[in-house]
């Protein structure tokens, strides 16, 4: 479980393109920050640039979705 300090500080959802658990997911995501926030929901396949890319960064939720490996931490 993620503890509810950290989830005040979501400012970035990224889930899996590809995946309709994950488009679901995510807009609930967005629909339950919207009071606290607005939060960018980014939409990637794995293993593609923008994943590779993608840096692990404070704010960062990934949903039903995972860092590349590469990266993980």
Same mark, same amino acid.
Do not use: Q
């Given at each position: 479980? /993620?503890?509810? *300090?950290?989830?005040?500080? &979501?400012?970035? @959802?990224?889930?899996?393109?590809?995946?309709?658990?994950?488009? !679901?997911?995510?807009? /609930?995501?967005? *629909?339950?920050?919207?009071? &606290?926030?607005? @939060?960018?929901?980014?939409?990637?396949?794995?293993?593609?640039? !923008?994943?590779?890319?993608?840096?692990?960064?404070?704010?960062?939720?990934?949903?039903?979705?995972?860092?590349?490996?590469?990266?993980?931490?």
């Amino acid at each position: 479980m /993620i503890p509810l *300090d950290e989830l005040k500080n &979501v400012t970035h @959802v990224v889930t899996h393109i590809s995946c309709p658990d994950g488009a !679901a997911s995510s807009l /609930i995501l967005k *629909d339950a920050f919207r009071y &606290v926030r607005d @939060v960018k929901v980014s939409f990637m396949n794995y293993g593609t640039k !923008a994943h590779r890319e993608l840096e692990p960064e404070p704010g960062l939720l990934f949903c039903d979705f995972a860092p590349y490996i590469e990266r993980e931490v």
